[in-house]
């Protein structure tokens, strides 16, 4: 299952540790950082990962309106006690606009929509561009079958394509590519192995079969991690 990276802001902190309390209830949120100031926000997105902001409206310094406008490229959702800013809200084109107190039934509701959006927006791209070995390729997903990481640099990656063809794909590492993948075609399966759903041949407890050929022109296995089994099963029911 696809997990949506969201950051939180609320200059309240029992409001923002309530908030955070009821977002890790669902599966497919994960948190990546709590904010109680919208300037430190400012400072830091850039380097964060993530898709959705879950934001308060009236904060001392900047407002949760003008956050939003900053952070114009990501999904936004607010959480606000003043409702008469609910129209101000969505003329930025918000997901949605929470009245607090929050009810975790209202949340989910948000949260549905926003997750809605985001895989159908995922599910649009057929490609992502990065350097290899052959400079700046471009890897279109239904060619792309399986990644390891290289042995002779574990900063980089090897990507088998259709027809035998290799890319060894530099200075990545797997949490990048899994955010740059379809979560429903592609998943990791070991600390070190991101395997193609459709490259799948069979699977046991401990390993997966693979319908490509080995470079040693044996069948090729990898192994099935014990902290990855769940997460592998679960995406095979879901998807």
């Known amino acids: 299952m696809l997990k949506i990276k969201c950051i939180l802001l609320d200059d309240e902190l029992p409001g923002l540790t309530y908030l955070r309390m009821l977002c890790e209830q669902f599966p497919f949120i994960e948190v990546v950082k709590c904010f109680d100031s919208p300037l430190n926000v400012i400072e830091e997105f850039k380097t964060l990962e993530f898709d959705l902001c879950l934001l308060d409206i009236n904060m001392p310094g900047l407002s949760g309106l003008e956050v939003a406008q900053v952070l114009k490229d990501k999904y936004i959702i607010f959480v606000s006690a003043h409702p008469e800013y609910a129209a101000d809200a969505y003329d930025l084109e918000a997901i949605d606009f929470i009245k607090k107190p929050v009810a975790k039934e209202r949340l989910e509701k948000a949260l549905n929509k926003a997750y809605k959006l985001i895989t159908e927006k995922e599910s649009r791209k057929t490609y992502f561009s990065w350097n290899t070995n052959q400079g700046k390729s471009m890897l279109f997903f239904d060619e792309l079958l399986y990644i390891n990481t290289s042995e002779i640099d574990k900063r980089d990656k090897l990507a088998y394509l259709k027809d035998d063809q290799t890319l060894l ?37 401990d390993e997966i079969t693979l319908k490509i050929k080995h470079p040693s022109k044996k069948q090729f296995v990898v192994t099935l991690g014990d902290s990855f089994r769940k997460n592998f099963q679960d995406w095979l029911r879901f998807y």
């Not at 955010?179 to 490259?199: C, M, R, W």
């Open 169 to 205: 794909l530099k200075n990545i590492s797997i949490e990048k590519l899994l955010s740059l993948l379809p979560s429903g075609e592609f998943i990791q399966v070991n600390k070190a192995e991101i395997v193609s759903k459709k490259t799948i041949q069979s699977h046991a407890a």
